[in-house]
């Protein structure tokens, strides 16, 4: 009877296996025509296909930028943003991304200053954006790991000169893992938080409450980011870099 369900259990893991192999493979066909589809100016196409791949569930910072850069090229200049803004959560310091968005950035109507940050708060949000979420992950992990070896050295030497050294080391490394689990943190909870928008509207007016009736506070345009505050039924409370603050429908923006 064991044998039998082990043999279950085999046949069953090895399906898995030949279909994510086979998924994987697909995609990167897929991709393959996509990228191709973009080298012989057929952008539309090449949109196609690289949603294609994302609506299968892959997701990957040069994926969302060859996307955005499609997107680019058929004068789609939100859904650009969109997907520039999407691969540089993945990948917060690349420069062609971070180009990209900046020139696409450049082509819409809205230029809003944002509220002035003081230099400790500029100096602690370039930090959280050195790496992803994942870099800071990987980096919390290795930091784990010489702070022990370090530790353990320095609870087992016998000389002093070493266990100075050791314990030097591992309270570096302490303070290292302290500040990548913050950071790790940090960047995983503005992935899945989903706190910020593209307006998608061609021109969006704001209002002073969740209904078409209430007052008009400002207008808006195509491709600018906003920040959702809240949600209220189809509504979204949503504010600008400069501080400004309204509500607009939820159909009219698109989560980043």
């Known amino acids: ?36 589809a973009y080298m012989q100016s057929e952008y539309a196409y090449a949109v196609e296909l690289y949603e294609q791949v994302i609506e299968n569930g892959e997701e ?4 969302y930028y060859n996307l955005g850069n499609a997107y680019f090229k058929s004068d789609n200049i939100a859904k650009a943003i969109l997907n520039y803004e ?10 062609n991304i971070l180009h990209n ?19 400790y708060e500029r100096w602690w949000q370039s930090l959280i954006t050195k790496q992803s979420e994942k ?3 990987i980096t919390s992990i290795i930091s784990i790991t010489v702070l022990l070896v370090a530790f ?13 050294s050791f314990f030097i080391i591992s309270v ?17 909870n503005q992935l899945v938080n989903q706190d910020k928008a593209i307006v998608f509207a061609p021109r969006l007016t704001a209002k002073s409450a969740p ?24 509504w979204y409370e949503i504010r600008l870099p400069n501080g400004n603050v309204g509500w607009v429908k939820e159909d009219d923006v698109k989560i980043i």
């Open 101 to 119: 968005l900046q020139i696409a950035r450049s082509r819409i109507v809205d230029r809003i200053e944002p509220v002035p940050r003081l230099f």
């Open 60 to 63: 990957a910072a040069k994926l």
């Open 172 to 188: 570096f490394f302490l303070i290292l893992t302290s500040f990548s689990l913050v950071f790790t943190k940090k960047q995983y």
């Open 135 to 137: 870099g800071w992950a």
């Open 211 to 234: 209904g078409s009736a209430s007052t008009s506070l400002f207008v808006i345009h195509r491709g600018t980011k906003v920040e959702i505050i809240q949600k209220v039924g189809y």
């Open 86 to 95: 999407r691969a540089k959560q993945l990948k917060p310091n690349d420069d």
């Open 152 to 164: 353990t050295l320095f609870l087992f030497s016998s000389r002093k000169g070493l266990k100075k």
């Open 1 to 36: 009877m064991f044998k039998q369900q082990f043999f279950y259990i085999q046949v069953v893991a090895l399906l898995l296996f030949v279909i994510i192999r086979c998924d994987a493979k697909s995609s990167h066909e897929i991709i393959e025509k996509a990228n191709q």
